[in-house]
Structure formats: C-alpha cells, structure tokens
C-alpha cells in the first residue's frame, strides 16, 4: 500500500535530519513573517524583509516538497 505524502512528510520529519533542518528554517520563517506582520506600520525597510522572508519561505517549502516527492519514489520501488 502507497504511503501517502502526509505520512512521508511526518516520516521523513522524525527521521532524517535534512529534512527536519528544511521544517526547521521554514518555521523560523513563518515565525519571523507573523512577527512582522504583527507590526501596526511597516516602513520601506520592513516591507523588503517582508519579501526577502516570504522568497526564503517558499524556496525551502519547494525544496520539502521536492524532497517528499523523492523520497515518495522510493517507497513505491519497495
């Protein structure tokens, strides 16, 4: 039976070390994304830090996904 690609992203989180380190910058992000938009005014410079962190965000979530996709190959072969 496939595993399927919430139960591989779970796996490879409490598994591979790679993997748990994308999660982990993804948080970091996310995290720094709500801090900042939790602001009442963003001057210019916020507003930058605010694309910069959401690039950054959706680079690793695509590096994840690329990764479950990968792994998802490799458990079909078993």
Same mark, same amino acid.
Do not use: C, W
């Given at each position: ?5 919430? +139960?591989?992203? +779970? $796996? $490879?989180?409490?598994?591979?070390? +790679?993997?748990? *380190?994308?999660?982990? +910058? ?6 720094? $994304?709500?801090?900042?938009? @939790? ?5 210019? @410079?916020?507003?930058?830090?605010? %694309? #910069?962190? #959401? ?9 994840? @996904? #690329?990764? %479950? ?7 079909? *072969?078993?």
């Amino acid at each position: 039976m496939p595993i399927s690609p919430g +139960e591989l992203r +779970e $796996l $490879l989180l409490a598994r591979n070390p +790679e993997f748990q *380190r994308l999660a982990s +910058e993804h948080s970091r992000y996310e995290t720094q $994304l709500e801090q900042l938009t @939790e602001q009442p005014y963003l001057n210019s @410079e916020d507003l930058i830090l605010e %694309i #910069k962190l #959401k690039k950054m965000k959706l680079r690793v979530k695509d590096e994840m @996904e #690329k990764f %479950i996709s990968r792994h998802q190959r490799e458990f079909g *072969r078993i």
